[in-house]
């Protein structure tokens, strides 16, 4: 007997991740006192980077697989208290699986892009400015552990720039291990305004869109059933026009995706006493999964 109905997951998203050309990616060297660990840490991504270019996905697992944190919830505690890595350490036992799974496949996404690939040390004052995980997980630890952020920096061929961050690192049990901003809840909003564009709140510069694309929602993200916001961190041209783009929060698999569909939209121009200005905002791309009924024949 056939069943007259059937659930078909079906993927939606609200609003969209960093286009860049299927290359290769580049490597860049920070040149500071106690660069050898990044460079080992670089070494580490750069042989990711190659296997996932060669499709050598056993390999690629094995990497991934080497980056989560053995003992965790001993390591959480000792390193941030008692309190904080207890709660650290529940959040980082509700992903791990599904981190394990998606690792891969963001290694494999940063792979296809043309960009720098850039190891900073969070104490570093050079370190981004709206890294506000990177600061809070130094001003949470308990002792002087190291946390490295890692980003494949990109300019686009319209010179506009993007990024797309691989996560922070730290060394756990001799071997660097991967720190996910989302699963430790550490993943907040821009936390300053730049010097020079006019600084304008996301749902005010939204009254002022007049081209909007819809993001595609990334086929990994809804095999995995992965939904959630993808905060950007953008710079709106004189004209309208997106001039940069940063991803300051979302999950992974969902960033390139917001990027991708934020790019292409346009605003009217802001003017600041008759003179047209740039303009520094936020977007909030949310991407939902919904069930929709379909008849099966």
Not at 204 to 230: C, D, F, L, M
Request: contains cysteine; neutral net charge.
């Amino acid at each position: 007997m056939k069943e007259k109905w059937g659930l078909r997951m079906a993927a939606w998203a609200v609003s969209a991740v960093m286009c860049a050309m299927p290359v290769r990616a580049q490597e860049t060297r920070i040149e500071r006192e106690g660069g050898t660990a990044m460079e080992e840490l670089r070494s580490l991504m750069t042989a990711a980077l190659t296997a996932a270019r060669q499709q050598d996905e056993a390999k690629l697992k094995e990497i991934a697989r080497e980056m989560m944190i053995p003992n965790y919830e001993a390591w959480f505690k000792t390193t941030f208290g008692e309190e904080q890595g207890t709660k650290f350490a529940a959040g980082y036992r509700r992903n791990l699986d599904r981190e394990e799974r998606s690792l891969p496949r963001l290694l494999g996404m940063m792979a296809k892009k043309e960009g720098e690939l850039l190891v900073i040390d969070v104490r570093d004052p050079q370190v981004p400015g709206d890294n506000r995980c990177g600061k809070a997980l130094v001003d949470t630890a308990k002792n002087d552990t190291a946390f490295y952020l890692v980003t494949l920096e990109q300019v686009q061929s319209d010179g506009t720039k993007g990024s797309i961050r691989a996560g922070h690192f730290t060394i756990v049990e001799g071997a660097y291990r991967r720190l996910d901003c989302l699963d430790l809840g550490l993943a907040t909003g821009l936390g300053h305004a730049l010097v020079g564009p006019l600084r304008v709140g996301g749902n005010v510069q939204a009254a002022r869109i007049i081209n909007r694309v819809q993001p595609v929602y990334p086929k990994e993200a809804r095999e995995e059933r992965i939904s959630g916001t993808v905060r950007l961190h953008v710079i709106v041209g004189k004209d309208g026009t997106i001039e940069q783009i940063e991803v300051v929060s979302g999950h992974p698999l969902l960033q390139q995706a917001a990027a991708d569909a934020v790019r292409k939209w346009r605003y009217q121009p802001t003017l600041l006493n008759g003179e047209p200005v740039e303009v520094d905002t936020t977007i909030d791309i949310i991407f939902t999964l919904t069930i929709q009924r379909t008849p099966n024949p």
